[in-house]
């Protein structure tokens, strides 16, 4: 990372000045889209996972508020050797944040025993001397990037990777969060038939309905209407009525169970559907012997 150091006592400023400040952003965003594509690709993605190597054998930084820094899109190769208790880490160039800065490192390969972490040492040249209008020499232009090693410096700038994150984790955990946010169940008031009751309930998520149907019955056989579990109105069920079906489920007899599913016509019935069409199982089913607990989903 460039950037112009600013002396107070009369500074002379260039056509050169205004160009680093204005590649700041054009320099290191191509990379850095770069960089995370790249990290997304075999063999690269694989070793840089919770279960990996890194983060199990070399300890790796999570994304919290004491982490010093985060990766931008690690790239990177690992072979362990279990004989030696050594790892051998190839780093591929990238962008890693420390302090706020975006800075660069190029390929490094590094050998790090296991348990031990590795080192980001941050590396700063100071450039550009120029005489100012007091007289006075001052450097005016300051050159920082970053450097992996498999060892800590005692005199520049230095980061354990137990101390690192990673900007892949961070969305994952925004990711995570979005899709673990709670939606809560809504009642669907439907009309019963054959003497079942119970709760029919659903959540609306983003591209289907998730439907929860828990009901029994205590008749002991179907009535005229047929195996109808329950009747709902168009403007209640969510979608609107149409022809589909639910999963599969086990029900039947106190004796057997049998393969059924949950037929839902466009009229608003739910009809309990034995899978293999035989006259011994239509007989033998009976209400009080057919519960139904699913979870299940239909597109929207």
Not at 181 to 200: H, S
Request: charged share 20%.
């Amino acid at each position: 990372m460039n950037k112009i150091i600013f002396n107070n006592g009369g500074q002379p400023v260039f056509l050169d000045d205004l160009k680093v400040i204005q590649d700041l952003a054009g320099e290191s965003l191509p990379g850095v889209l770069e960089a995370i594509v790249k990290s997304a690709v075999s063999p690269y993605l694989e070793n840089w996972t919770s279960d990996s190597i890194l983060g199990t054998i070399i300890p790796m930084g999570e994304i919290t508020e004491n982490a010093e820094g985060f990766w931008i899109a690690p790239a990177c190769s690992c072979e362990k050797n279990d004989t030696t208790r050594k790892v051998r880490l190839t780093m591929y160039a990238g962008y890693v944040c420390i302090g706020g800065e975006l800075l660069h490192y190029d390929q490094t390969e590094i050998e790090v025993a296991y348990g031990a972490p590795f080192y980001v040492i941050v590396k700063k040249e100071e450039e550009d001397r120029r005489i100012l209008a007091n007289g006075s020499e001052a450097a005016c232009k300051e050159c920082k990037y970053a450097v992996i090693s498999s060892g800590a410096s005692v005199t520049d700038e230095c980061h354990s990777s137990a101390k690192i994150g990673s900007l892949p984790d961070a969305i994952c955990k925004i990711i995570k969060a979005k899709n673990n946010v709670e939606v809560a169940w809504r009642n669907i008031d439907v009309t019963f038939d054959n003497l079942y009751g119970g709760t029919v309930e659903y959540q609306e998520l983003t591209d289907c309905f998730r439907y929860h149907i828990n009901i029994s019955s205590r008749a002991d056989s179907f009535g005229n209407t047929g195996k109808i579990l329950f009747h709902v109105g168009n403007d209640i069920w969510p979608g609107g009525h149409r022809e589909c079906v639910s999963c599969l489920f086990a029900t039947g007899t106190t004796d057997t169970a049998y393969p059924c599913y949950i037929r839902f016509t466009k009229e608003g019935n739910a009809l309990l559907t034995p899978v293999y069409q035989d006259g011994n199982i239509e007989t033998s089913l009976r209400p009080d012997a057919c519960p139904v607990n699913i979870v299940f989903e239909m597109a929207k």
